[in-house]
């Protein structure tokens, strides 16, 4: 009875202690910051982005500013009319011409909101 007794208190201690854990440790938050959209854009104007890497950062909304979730969708709306998925598995541009220079104007423009923030 008495190892009936220890076994029950020790799985109650662990059960516990890791409740304890679990409910005051916060969940991970990923914020997506400027630098994040302009590497992104970055890397899609010289061909080295893969589709991957642009739906998750495109996909994702952006809550925290507005402003930020604007050209995310912008650069949403240009993948949807100028995207060529079906080429980047052979290396090409994620977006067509006129896309790129699209895309290029949306980059320069956050690259100019930002700086100016930061004055």
Known sequence: MA???LVF?????VIGAVMLVLMTSSTPRYRTEPKDLLALFD?????QVSE???NAMIGYPIRHNEYLDGIRRRAAHLMEQHGRRWMVAQG?????????????ALRDHLH???ALRQQ
Request: net charge negative.
């Open 3 to 5: 190892l009936y007794l």
């Open 9 to 13: 208190g020790v799985c109650l201690l």
């Open 43 to 47: 890397k899609a104007l010289n061909s």
């Open 52 to 54: 991957t890497e642009w």
């Open 92 to 104: 090409k541009p994620l977006l067509n011409q006129e896309g790129q220079a699209e895309l290029q």
């Open 112 to 114: 100019a909101h930002t």
